[in-house]
């Protein structure tokens, strides 16, 4: 989920970047313009705007000039060629409003999700380094609660400090014959039993510290839970794919 927050941030940035040059600007008041070109005011306002958001990369007032007049000089061009009318800019609008809705959506979203985590949650996690965990991966419909692992069941055996961090997270939170439900994609989810936890004579690597342990923690919860939120929204939806 962290991902698709991610990408969605960054196809947003760079929507709006390229539209930026295309939203029209309110015309300023006659003492507030700066330089007209081709008719068109520009406002001095904006341009000290843009010269402090420069930060420490200041450009001198005259390479301000210089941008905003070669910059406003292209809009001009672009308006004069009606590439804001084209389709494919109309579209690239249109991914542009999608993409911002869904990213507050899942901004208010992530922000709402619960990531306490407990000492004795930290201390279950730090409790299997070195050991040895035997566990089954069933389908999210399996009866993993029946105590007999169905014959689809996957079942493995490892070192715990050698598995990946999300396994490694689900299984410190369960019992021996314990299991849960784990999100990977929305409507993607299988069931993970813990089997069995034993000591290992091969040496375990260093354990991390109790901050990481609860920053991992944290972070999975948020994803599960964001997942799970999704999956119900799919659930609850009417959805129906036509074929071709």
């Not at 962290?2 to 309110?26: E, Q, R, V």
């Amino acid at each position: 989920m962290k991902y698709l927050l991610t990408i969605l941030s960054i196809a947003c940035i760079a929507t709006a970047i390229a539209l930026s040059a295309f939203w029209p600007d309110k015309q300023p008041e006659e003492k507030d313009i700066a330089v007209t070109i081709n008719g068109h005011s520009l406002a001095r306002s904006a341009l000290e705007r843009e010269e402090g958001s420069a930060g420490y990369h200041r450009s001198s007032e005259q390479e301000l000039m210089e941008s905003a007049i070669t910059r406003e000089l292209l809009l001009q061009e672009a308006q004069r060629q009606a590439i804001d009318k084209e389709p494919n800019f109309r579209a690239a609008l249109k991914s542009f409003y999608e993409q911002s809705l869904i990213k507050v959506l899942l901004d208010r979203q992530y922000q709402k999700t619960d990531a306490r985590v407990s000492e004795e949650e930290i201390s279950a996690f730090l409790s299997l380094f070195g050991k040895k965990v035997t566990f089954s991966r069933l389908s999210a419909d399996s009866p993993a609660e029946t105590g007999q692992a169905p014959s689809q069941a996957q079942q493995m055996t490892a070192i715990f400090d050698d598995l990946a961090e999300p396994l490694q997270v689900i299984l410190s939170t369960l019992k021996p014959g314990e299991s849960a439900v784990k999100y990977d994609t929305g409507s993607d989810q299988y069931t993970i039993r813990l089997e069995d936890v034993s000591s290992s004579p091969a040496a375990g690597s260093t354990p991390p510290d109790r901050e990481t342990v609860r920053q991992r923690l944290a972070e999975y919860k948020r994803e599960q839970q964001m997942s799970s939120w999704l999956n119900n929204l799919k659930k609850s939806a009417s959805i129906t794919i036509h074929n071709k």
